[in-house]
């Protein structure tokens, strides 16, 4: 696959220009992928098949996911690149750093260039949403750092469509730099969220969207037809939100026969599932092989028909009682929002 088969797309209204498909490093570099050998293969032949979007954040494996990706990535020309990192999560046991504050927001960025081996990152995610720092202090710091170059753009991960919209309120309203970006999960199994709230917020704010864990933790790539194996992600990880029930288990059979149908992979299958979605920028996979990144990049061959698509929606369409909860807890968390405030 050369680069020039790579479609690269603008973030929302912005003029940044990001790569369909980029790599993250979540629970991969500096964790269950070590040998240095390795990630630079992996890093060198998603840079050859047109990558240019590299995602990670300051908490990913204690901050060893952005040295692996700085050594990695040094010998490109700087400008090709679209780097992003992010910060919320505690990477210490100081209580202070952690969350959106001033002093942890600028303590982390320095970190990350220090770790990325760069002067500025062209893309800083708030991990989440904050509430115990006033937006007006985030939204400051973050409008400095982009004053100073050290970050060309921000957005958010994983907030809420009010918790997007306040923020863009109050850029507008004190004329600072208005968030670029969200960073929501997005797959076949967990798309309630995005289409029911996230998607129209940042569509609305003229944000772009990336989204990541496209394979849903492998549980739409058939791995775990036959069971969790010892070693596995959702072996070692054993967080509730991975559990792999039954019937998922027979959604990602019926899911094989798709996909079968389509001459590709499911993994193919689920990302340009993912690809095709309105309002999505880049899609960020994962890889702890090379193998694994060219399959991952076999998903810009498939062709997402409306018949496919249709197929698609109707065997992973969220029943009722999901889109109950949903609304139910979206309001709940709302009033619980005013209540703080």
């Not at 204690?62 to 992003?84: K, N």
């Not at 990152?121 to 720092?133: A, S």
């Not at 809420?160 to 004329?175: K, P, Y």
């Not at 969220?318 to 807890?329: D, E, T, V, W």
Request: contains cysteine; hydrophobic residues 35%; charged residues 30%.
């Amino acid at each position: 696959m050369q680069p020039d088969a790579m479609p690269y797309r603008n973030l929302g209204s912005s003029d940044l220009r990001v790569s369909a498909i980029g790599l993250g490093s979540w629970l991969t570099f500096g964790s269950t992928v070590r040998d240095t050998a390795l990630i630079h293969r992996i890093y060198s032949r998603a840079y050859d098949a047109g990558i240019r979007y590299f995602d990670t954040a300051d908490s990913y494996a204690g901050g060893e996911a952005e040295r692996r990706m700085g050594l990695a990535l040094q010998d490109y020309p700087r400008q090709s690149l679209v780097l992003s990192s992010k910060a919320f999560f505690p990477t210490s046991d100081d209580p202070k750093d952690r969350g959106l504050s001033r002093r942890h927001i600028m303590e982390s960025v320095e970190r990350s260039l220090q770790h990325l081996k760069t002067d500025y990152l062209d893309l800083f995610f708030c991990h989440r949403f904050d509430r115990e720092t006033p937006l007006e202090e985030t939204l400051q710091t973050l409008d400095d750092l982009v004053q100073q170059g050290k970050i060309r753009c921000w957005g958010t991960s994983e907030w809420r469509g009010n918790q997007i919209r306040r923020m863009v309120r109050l850029a507008r309203r004190t004329s600072s730099s208005p968030p670029r970006a969200e960073q929501p999960e997005l797959n076949l199994f967990n798309r309630t969220k995005f289409e029911h709230d996230t998607r129209s917020a940042a569509q609305s704010c003229g944000m772009g969207l990336v989204t990541f864990s496209p394979l849903a933790s492998g549980r739409l790539t058939g791995k775990y037809d036959e069971g969790i194996p010892p070693g596995s992600r959702l072996d070692a990880v054993k967080e509730s939100w991975l559990h792999f029930t039954d019937a998922q288990r027979e959604k990602s059979l019926l899911f094989k026969r798709l996909a079968d149908e389509a001459g590709c992979s499911r993994a193919q299958l689920a990302i340009s599932w993912c690809l095709a979605q309105s309002g999505v920028s880049s899609v960020i996979t994962g890889a702890t092989r090379v193998e694994q990144l060219e399959e991952n990049l076999g998903a810009l061959r498939v062709q997402m028909t409306d018949e496919l698509s249709r197929k698609l929606d109707q065997l992973f369409a969220p029943g009722m009682r999901r889109l109950a909860r949903f609304y139910a807890g979206r309001c709940y968390l709302r009033l619980k929002d005013r209540f703080r405030r």
